[in-house]
């Protein structure tokens, strides 16, 4: 089984050691093994030269590496990737069958900082929706971390807000009043994925690869909850929504999720990937969802690589109707024909 394959997160303390080893020793390997199956498994190598990035490197004695398997071990051990998987040799000749191939990486170790502590996770307009989340109070917020050290007082909502602004934030429409507590809501936009190291966005473009044409879009939020017009939670989170089109056919992929920090300085402390994919639209007449059956079945046989990696997507059919008096009106409906796993269970 490929290593990305794996629930790494179960060992992920042993993986961050592993690179505190390797830290604590310049120069020094630290070695780990990581078991896949019960009759295979992955080598793994941390070094730290002193002043030079962190070398990370497997091999699976055996088999072949998959880059895949190094980006995911990286994102767990707390390393960013500063440039792409590569393959080298040992020094070791083994005549007759030649020095060992492992793939080797270079990454950076992710900096800690501490950032207010998040009342809640999720997408703008969640702020407090956890009834268990934890809400600190106007004391418990203190300025640390990099862009909140200019004062050891608690902060403001005019400095927060001012420091937002400072990195690009914007002020957002979905801000709101709840009684006494005002939610203020604040985004950044951005095309680019910059949260890749940390998240699974090798699989979702896997995903689109039979796609012709794609695009991302995303949002940074920041949602700041005041209380008497005094500061109670700051949360943070993200959203990128990426977008394919092949034909008839588009897809949707969601990939939301909390942040520690607002963005640059935050990273990802959980996330959530969600998929759709449209077909149509589909004429009218008489059959029209007989014929949108049809298109599915077709779309489905088309995308396999979406299929395999987005099981649980929905399915929308876009049915061309009339509306309006006298149905003057051209209009869309979108009608749900279930997820992509209940087809390929009445397919086979």
Not at 87 to 113: F, I, M, N
Not at 116 to 124: F, H, I, K, V, Y
Request: net charge neutral; hydrophobic share 35%; aromatic share 6%.
């Amino acid at each position: 089984m490929r290593l990305d394959r794996v629930n790494l997160a179960a060992i992920e303390d042993v993986l961050k050691s592993l690179v505190e080893e390797a830290l604590s020793d310049p120069g020094k390997v630290a070695r780990l093994s990581v078991p896949t199956s019960p009759s295979d498994g992955v080598q793994v190598w941390v070094r730290a030269p002193e002043g030079k990035p962190v070398i990370l490197a497997i091999r699976r004695p055996g088999g072949k590496e998959d880059p895949r398997e190094i980006l995911a071990l990286a994102r767990h051990m707390g390393l960013v990737p500063v440039g792409e998987p590569e393959v080298r040799r040992g020094k070791d000749p083994r005549p007759p069958k030649g020095p060992r191939a492992y793939l080797v990486l270079e990454c950076q170790v992710v900096p800690k900082t501490e950032y207010p502590t998040q009342a809640s996770s999720g997408s703008p307009g969640q702020a407090g929706a956890h009834e268990d989340a934890q809400k600190p109070d106007q004391e418990s917020i203190r300025p640390q971390g990099s862009i909140w050290a200019s004062t050891h007082t608690p902060l403001k909502p005019d400095e927060v807000e001012a420091r937002l602004r400072d990195l690009g934030y914007r002020f957002s429409d979905w801000s709101r009043y709840e009684g006494a507590t005002e939610v203020c809501g604040y985004v950044l936009e951005t095309d680019t994925v910059h949260l890749a190291p940390w998240l699974p966005v090798e699989r979702i473009y896997q995903g689109l690869s039979d796609f012709e044409a794609s695009d991302v879009v995303g949002d940074y939020y920041a949602s700041v909850t005041l209380k008497a017009k005094n500061l109670a939670a700051i949360a943070f989170s993200f959203r990128y929504t990426f977008r394919a089109k092949l034909g008839n056919v588009s897809a949707e992929v969601s990939l939301r999720g909390s942040l520690d920090a607002p963005f640059p300085h935050g990273q990802p402390t959980e996330h959530t990937v969600s998929a759709r994919l449209f077909v149509g639209p589909v004429p009218m007449g008489k059959g029209q969802k007989a014929r949108a059956r049809q298109a599915v079945e077709e779309a489905l046989r088309a995308i396999p690589s979406f299929v395999h990696h987005f099981p649980d997507a929905e399915i929308v059919a876009l049915l061309e109707t009339r509306g309006g008096r006298g149905g003057w009106k051209s209009k869309v409906a979108h009608h749900d024909m279930g997820r992509v796993k209940r087809w390929l269970t009445a397919s086979s």
